[in-house]
């Protein structure tokens, strides 16, 4: 087995699994949201692509990376500090778009509008787990849900059009996951879920 195919099964190059956790933070809109809006991809003209699976579809609140496993307890300690005192908030989706804004596009998603509930617990999540966070870890983050990823950079390629067929969500709970890498894509495992007030 290759060094890369063992790394993507979570084996180091000992052969035990690695220590190390590829983590982030989301809020999830649940299935029925998501089946909807992978639903209405079928009506657009897009390039070849993979949608996402309709559990997986989420908002990413922070992202951590690949961490050592003994830091989960204090990660998880850290998301719940954050998630103390904020109330649950909505999220009303604007539009679907195609990422990045420069440059081939390499997926579809859906644009939410940005409550100070969400900026909030972003900025605190950010301050309490980013490595080097910005000042303001708010100021340039986008609220988007991942639709599908395009199996090729799309060049020439952009998708800007109201989402008036998809309804807000209510963000009630934030979960902490782990990302893991295997042959046929990422598989999302829940690690901890924290409720809103």
């Given at each position: 087995m290759s060094e890369r195919a063992r790394n993507k099964g979570g084996v180091g190059r000992s052969g035990r699994p690695r220590r190390d956790l590829r983590l982030f933070v989301a809020a999830y809109p649940g299935k029925a949201w998501s089946d909807r809006a992978i639903e209405g991809l079928g009506l657009l003209d897009l390039p070849p692509h993979r949608v996402t699976p309709a559990e997986q579809v989420h908002l990413t609140l922070c992202f951590l990376g690949s961490v050592d496993r003994a830091r989960l307890p204090g990660i998880t300690e850290s998301v719940g500090l954050?998630?103390?005192?904020?109330?649950?908030?909505?999220?009303?989706?604007?539009?679907?778009?195609?990422?990045?804004?420069?440059?081939?596009?390499?997926?579809?998603?859906?644009?939410?509008?940005?409550?100070?509930?969400?900026?909030?617990?972003?900025?605190?999540?950010?301050?309490?787990?980013?490595?080097?966070?910005?000042?303001?870890?708010?100021?340039?983050?986008?609220?988007?849900?991942?639709?599908?990823?395009?199996?090729?950079?799309?060049?020439?390629?952009?998708?800007?059009?109201?989402?008036?067929?998809?309804?807000?969500?209510?963000?009630g709970e934030i979960r902490l996951m782990r990302s893991v890498l295997l042959p046929g894509g990422a598989e999302h495992r829940e690690m901890a879920r924290f409720w809103l007030g």
């Open positions: 954050a998630a103390s005192g904020l109330h649950a908030f909505d999220l009303d989706p604007t539009r679907l778009i195609t990422l990045p804004e420069r440059g081939p596009a390499r997926l579809v998603a859906a644009e939410c509008g940005a409550p100070p509930g969400l900026l909030e617990l972003v900025r605190r999540l950010a301050t309490r787990l980013a490595s080097a966070p910005r000042p303001d870890p708010a100021d340039r983050f986008l609220p988007h849900l991942t639709l599908c990823r395009f199996r090729t950079p799309a060049r020439g390629f952009t998708l800007d059009r109201t989402a008036d067929d998809l309804d807000s969500f209510r963000v």
